[in-house]
């Protein structure tokens, strides 16, 4: 073989292990590439999912406190409620009191009329039964004794 021909084929040869090297490389680098995109696209859906977690929280957050305002609200209803019934109550012991017509017993309450929303006669719903089963009915005269002895 000819010295030419050799050196051809070397130089050959190492121009296509250097290409290969080259291709190699740039596909070395791409894929890194890729790599990192699909990094920073998982690293936005993460902080997306981040900030939807956050304001769920804070809605929840939100509610949660509306519900305390609420749940207090009520009870200061109920404070309130319970404030004008014994104001009534003790309006109606203090009418009882200053009129010559109305007896009282040894406690000062009016056996005639107790005054009091609370209290059920079990007369009264003896009446408003009739309609009802007599089992309905018999729970609710026991009740009602319950109230009255409480």
């Given at each position: 073989m000819d010295a030419p021909l050799i050196i051809a084929i070397i130089v050959a040869v190492l121009v296509v292990i250097v290409a290969l090297?080259?291709?190699?490389?740039?596909q070395k680098a791409a894929h890194l590439e890729e790599?990192?995109?699909?990094?920073?696209?998982?690293?936005?859906?993460?902080?997306?999912?981040s900030l939807d977690?956050?304001?769920?929280?804070?809605?929840?957050?939100e509610r949660a406190a509306r519900?305390?305002?609420?749940?207090?609200?009520?009870?200061?209803q109920q404070l309130?409620?319970?404030?004008?019934r014994q104001e009534a109550t003790d309006l109606h012991q203090q009418a009882d009191e200053l009129d010559?017509?109305?007896?009282?017993?040894?406690?000062?309450?009016?056996?005639?009329?107790?005054?009091?929303?609370?209290v059920v006669d079990p007369a009264d719903l003896k009446a408003k039964d009739l309609d009802r089963s007599d089992e309905q009915a018999e729970v609710d005269l026991r009740q009602a004794d319950r109230t009255q002895t409480s």
């Open positions: 090297t080259w291709i190699a490389r740039r790599r990192r995109v699909r990094a920073a696209e998982t690293r936005d859906l993460a902080a997306m999912a977690a956050d304001r769920q929280a804070a809605e929840a957050a519900a305390e305002h609420e749940r207090l609200s009520a009870e200061q309130e409620a319970d404030r004008q010559p017509d109305v007896d009282l017993d040894a406690d000062g309450i009016n056996d005639a009329d107790s005054h009091d929303p609370t």
